[in-house]
């Protein structure tokens, strides 16, 4: 083979490694950039609805409004459910969108079924990770509920 013909090659390998490298790279940024965009999305959304579970659930322990409410925002664009605990670790409201897996069915409920409120029922202070669902990642926030004395009466989880 020519000398030529060698760099030429060898040139050509290069270039293909470097832009097989800098793709990985930029698709493992825009991941990162994606999950950020979520969970700042999901920061503003938990905030409003713990100022609504602060009235429904923290203030007036009604149960129907607050299985109601969590039935609307669950089954809104991206949100896979809500899930309302007692300070014991109890469900009390479980949205219908992870009751009723006709409605999703691309999702399982399961996973966010298994994620564990007792860390922010000690604490008090918000959760949030991501937990591999069967097709894709699911984000979820757990977040404490008070009372307006500012009194531990609960935890939810939004994912």
Do not use: C, W
Request: proline share 4%.
């Amino acid at each position: 083979m020519k000398l030529g013909t060698k760099l030429i090659v060898y040139l050509v390998a290069t270039v293909i490694l470097v832009m097989m490298v800098h793709g990985y790279l930029s698709i493992r940024q825009d991941k990162e950039n994606i999950y950020r965009e979520i969970r700042v999305g999901m920061r503003g959304l938990t905030r409003a609805v713990h100022a609504a579970l602060t009235d429904l659930y923290g203030d007036d322990q009604n149960l129907e409004g607050t299985q109601e409410f969590i039935d609307k925002v669950g089954s809104r664009g991206n949100i896979h459910g809500l899930i309302v605990y007692d300070t014991s670790g109890n469900r009390v409201a479980v949205s219908a969108s992870l009751k009723d897996i006709r409605a999703f069915p691309d999702l399982d409920p399961e996973p966010v079924f298994q994620i564990d409120p007792g860390p922010v029922l000690e604490d008090g202070k918000e959760l949030d990770g991501y937990i591999q669902g069967s097709k894709q990642p699911i984000y979820y926030r757990v977040e404490p509920i008070f009372n307006s004395d500012r009194q531990l009466v609960g935890a939810f989880i939004l994912a």
